[in-house]
C-alpha cells in the first residue's frame, strides 16, 4: 500500500541553525501539507500547498518558514534560523485531491530537537 | 474559528467497548476524522464521516456524529490491549480555500486498555 514517508525520523540542530525536513508523498497525491506537534500538545496544522504554490498557511508560518517541492516527488519544509521552540514533531501529509472525500494520508513525523 | 476539544483520558478493561467523545464549534465543517497515534509513530486514519451522516460503522467502530449539539463519539467495541494509543478527532472544511482541507485537531484522548 503506498505510503507517505519522511527523512530524518529525527534531527538533532543547533539554535539558529537552517534545517530541512523532506516528505516524499504518495505518488500522484495533489495535495501537501505540512503540521507540527509540540510534545504533549494537538497537531497543529502548518500550511497546505498545491499546484506549486502554497493555498493556505497559518500563523505559525512565519517568514521562518518555507516550502518547496523541488522535483516531482519530494516535499520539503526549511525552518531558515530554528528557535527552541520550534522543538516538536513535524508531519507531513498529501492527499489525492480527486474527489471531496479522499482524506489526507500523514507520514511518520520527523522529530525535531533544537538545542 | 475552529475549535476541537476532546477529553484527555479513558481507561476501559479488555473486551469492553470505548467511547471517545469530541466537541467542535465550526458549523460549517465538512468531515469529521479519527485518527489514531500509538508511541511514537504518526498518525493513523481509522474512519471519517461526512456531516450530513448520523452514524457510520466500520467493523469494531462505530462513529456518532450529533450535528445539532456539534459532538462527535468513536465507539471501539471489544476493546482490545493493541486498541491502547492517543486517539485524535479532527475536522475540516473542504473547499473553503481553493481546496487546501486542512484538518484542526483535537487535544487527543489517551486510552488506555487495562487487562
Known amino acids: 500500500e503506498p505510503e507517505v514517508t519522511q527523512t530524518p525520523s529525527h534531527q538533532v540542530t543547533q539554535m539558529g541553525q537552517e534545517v530541512i525536513l523532506r516528505c516524499v508523498p504518495i505518488s500522484n497525491h495533489l495535495y501537501f501539507y505540512w503540521y507540527r506537534q509540540i510534545l504533549g500538545q494537538k497537531v497543529e496544522f502548518l500550511v497546505s500547498?498545491?499546484?506549486?504554490?502554497?493555498?493556505?498557511k497559518s500563523e505559525i508560518f512565519d517568514d521562518q518558514f518555507s516550502v518547496e517541492r523541488p522535483d516531482g516527488s519530494n516535499f520539503t519544509l526549511k525552518i531558515r534560523s530554528t528557535k527552541l521552540e520550534d522543538s516538536a514533531m513535524y508531519f507531513c501529509?498529501?492527499?489525492?485531491?480527486?474527489?471531496?472525500?479522499?482524506?489526507?494520508?500523514f507520514g511518520p513525523g520527523t522529530r525535531l530537537t533544537v538545542l | 474559528g475552529e475549535d476541537v476539544e476532546q477529553s484527555l483520558f479513558l481507561s476501559v478493561r479488555e473486551g469492553d467497548s470505548s467511547v471517545i467523545n469530541c466537541t467542535y464549534t465550526d458549523s460549517s465543517s465538512t468531515y469529521l476524522y479519527w485518527y489514531k497515534q500509538e508511541p511514537g509513530a504518526g498518525l493513523q486514519l481509522l474512519t471519517y464521516?461526512?456531516?450530513?451522516?448520523d452514524m457510520k460503522q466500520d467493523q469494531r467502530l462505530t462513529v456518532l456524529l450529533n450535528k445539532k449539539d456539534k459532538h462527535l463519539s468513536l465507539r471501539i467495541a471489544d476493546t482490545q490491549t493493541g486498541d491502547s494509543a492517543i486517539y485524535f478527532c479532527?475536522?475540516?472544511?473542504?473547499?473553503?480555500?481553493?481546496?487546501?482541507?486542512?484538518?484542526?485537531f483535537g487535544t487527543g484522548t489517551q486510552l488506555k486498555v487495562e487487562l
Open positions: 501529509a498529501s492527499r489525492s485531491g480527486v474527489t471531496s472525500t479522499d482524506t489526507q494520508y
Open positions: 500547498f498545491y499546484n506549486n504554490e502554497i493555498s493556505e
Open positions: 464521516i461526512f456531516s450530513n451522516m
Open positions: 479532527a475536522e475540516s472544511i473542504w473547499g473553503l480555500t481553493g481546496g487546501g482541507n486542512k484538518l484542526t
